[in-house]
């Protein structure tokens, strides 16, 4: 058995919790039991989520999309409700972590979308004011857009969303895991063949195909389903507790 307070710290410092200005509080979002045995890990903290979690015996969950948005209503009222009622009445502890799961140069999304995608990374940008959101990487060898589109396709085993031009070779690439699709056009400005993302926008068909550029919306959900998972096993074998991981499927 270890603690939360031990995992928490200890998850703040490696995630560097300190240095990022986030949308939502990264950490401890909702107190529970001080003993763990069993870390549940998930890319949202949806009811769903939670029954599953609460089934699998969890004693703390670490998501990637917690609670406490900023600009949504601050009332714990509706699903919102429900959601942490499920927390509290089990006494499981929320544990989220967002732009440092995003960003981290091992257990990041972006990161483990590298390796799954084999992609060898050049550099991590800044964007919208988040240093090292986007990230900069390239291909042993160029291939065409279709084998590139079948290569992420295959990496997440889904249908991924494609615009703008498909037909190009593609050797140095973007990626910024979730909804990253506003940040296409700093993919373009470091000359990259191709960009990825969670989702797309309606601008985003227009500025991929008038900017000579391949975009992959490869899923919100999809591209974030990687770093919470690294990050439970890494806390599972530092600690010497259970990780078990839930995926709840999304087609966003
Ligand atoms: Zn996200």
């Not at 989220?96 to 960003?103: E, I, R, T, V």
């Not at 296409?184 to 068909?205: H, K, P, R």
Request: hydrophobic share 40%; aromatic share 8%; with cysteine.
């Amino acid at each position: 058995m270890d603690s939360l307070n031990k995992l928490i710290d200890y998850g703040n410092r490696t995630l560097e919790v300190g240095s990022y200005r986030d949308y939502c509080p990264n950490g401890l979002q909702i107190a529970g039991r001080d003993d763990i045995q069993t870390l549940v890990t998930g890319v949202t903290a949806s009811a769903r989520f939670l029954d599953a979690a609460i089934e699998a015996g969890a004693d703390a969950v670490l998501v990637h999309h917690g609670y406490f948005w900023k600009g949504e209503s601050s009332a714990i009222v509706g699903m919102k409700y429900q959601r942490i009622r499920r927390l509290i009445q089990n006494n499981i502890g929320l544990l989220a972590y967002h732009l440092p799961l995003d960003c981290h140069p091992e257990f990041g999304n972006n990161a483990q979308l590298a390796k799954r995608f084999g992609l060898n990374v050049i550099a991590q940008h800044s964007a919208g004011e988040v240093d090292g959101l986007l990230w900069e990487g390239e291909l042993p060898d160029s291939e065409s857009g279709a084998q590139f589109i079948a290569r992420i396709s295959g990496a997440l085993d889904r249908k991924c969303l494609v615009v703008g031009h498909q037909e190009r070779e593609i050797k140095r690439v973007a990626w910024c895991s979730g909804g990253g699709q506003r940040f296409l056009n700093n993919a373009v400005a470091l000359g990259v063949d191709a960009y990825i993302s969670g989702e797309i926008s309606e601008q985003t068909t227009h500025e991929a195909q008038e900017q000579g550029v391949l975009y992959i919306a490869a899923g919100h959900h999809a591209s974030e389903r990687y770093g919470v998972q690294a990050f439970g096993a890494h806390l599972a074998s530092r600690f010497d507790i259970n990780h078990k991981h839930i995926d709840i499927d999304n087609p966003a």
